[in-house]
Nanobody, 121 residues
Framework: QVQLVESGGGLVQAGGSLRLACAAS????????KGWYRQAPGKQRELVVT???????TYTDSVKGRFAISTDNAKNTFYLQMNSLKPEDTAVYYC???????????????WGQGTQVTVSS
């Protein structure tokens, strides 16, 4: 089954760090990470960072200088390093990528299952 599997969420104190991982699994040819999003309780899902195929990144203003996206194409995995975390970063984080499936050799967009990040004050 082709899917994106997230890991790395948890509870951390303000000022701490977490690293989220998003791994593509299943029979795929290619892996194209697109970004990370988050959704806080009672709010709409919002963009955290996007990454273009050429590596260009765009961060939402509230995380600039604190968060960093990186990729490991050999592992079909990409990451979100989150430093200097704040209580307002508390949310469910979702990864987003396009995957080229072997079964039909077509690109499909996938979302991770979501991982909870809770930052205590």
């Amino acid at each position: 089954q082709v899917q994106l599997v997230e890991s790395g969420g948890g509870l951390v104190q303000a000022g701490g760090s977490l690293r989220l991982a998003c791994a593509a699994s299943g029979t795929i040819f290619r892996f194209n990470p697109k970004g990370w999003y988050r959704q806080a309780p009672g709010k709409q899902r919002e963009l955290v960072v996007t990454i273009a195929p050429n590596g260009t990144t765009t961060y939402t203003d509230s995380v600039k200088g604190r968060f960093a996206i990186s990729t490991d194409n050999a592992k079909n995995t990409f990451y979100l390093q989150m430093n200097s975390l704040k209580p307002e970063d508390t949310a469910v984080y979702y990864c987003n990528a396009d995957l080229l499936r072997i079964a039909d050799r077509r690109w499909y967009e996938y979302w991770g299952q979501g991982t909870q990040v809770t930052v205590s004050s």
